[in-house]
């Protein structure tokens, strides 16, 4: 699977995350719809970890990190000392590395 992430003010769409299959079809929109978690104001950066979960660097209004879990409804899970957060990354270890763009370093995360 790969996420690809549509900003939406350059689009004229809602931002969002959409979920691809190998075949390029959209089996999930992530960040439109609050029943389903978070709504996203600016979604950047992107990974996929192992099972099936999607986190998504937010450098919108609220500066956080979301993850929206492979079946069910997401939630943040950094939500604090970000400034326009917009690259992430999973390190084998269980870590989550974190770009954050306004204060001009790199933050890890535990993740798992």
Same mark, same amino acid.
């Not at 992530?30 to 979960?53: E, T």
């Not at 609220?62 to 879990?69: A, E, F, G, R, S």
């Not at 939630?75 to 400034?83: D, E, F, V």
């Not at 270890?93 to 763009?101: C, F, K, T």
């Given at each position: +699977?790969?996420?690809?992430?549509?900003?939406?003010?350059?689009?004229?769409?809602?931002?969002? %995350? @959409?979920?691809?299959?190998?075949?390029?079809?959209?089996?999930? /929109?992530?960040?439109?719809?609050? $029943? +389903?978690?978070?709504?996203?104001?600016?979604?950047? $950066?992107?990974?996929? *970890?192992? *099972?099936?979960? /999607?986190?998504?660097? *937010?450098? $919108?209004?609220? !500066? #956080?990190?979301?993850?929206?879990?492979?079946?069910?409804?997401?939630?943040?899970?950094?939500?604090?000392?970000?400034?326009?957060?917009?690259?992430?990354?999973?390190?084998?270890? $269980? !870590?989550? %590395?974190?770009?954050?763009?306004? !204060? !001009?370093?790199? @933050?890890?995360?535990?993740? #798992?």
């Amino acid at each position: +699977m790969v996420a690809v992430s549509e900003r939406g003010s350059e689009t004229g769409r809602e931002p969002c %995350v @959409k979920v691809l299959e190998p075949g390029w079809n959209t089996v999930r /929109v992530l960040g439109v719809c609050s $029943g +389903m978690g978070p709504v996203l104001a600016c979604p950047w $950066g992107l990974c996929i *970890d192992g *099972d099936g979960n /999607v986190l998504v660097a *937010d450098w $919108g209004e609220q !500066h #956080k990190v979301v993850l929206y879990p492979a079946q069910g409804v997401g939630w943040p899970i950094i939500s604090q000392g970000l400034s326009s957060p917009r690259g992430l990354a999973l390190l084998p270890e $269980g !870590h989550l %590395v974190v770009s954050d763009s306004m !204060h !001009h370093c790199i @933050k890890i995360y535990q993740y #798992k």
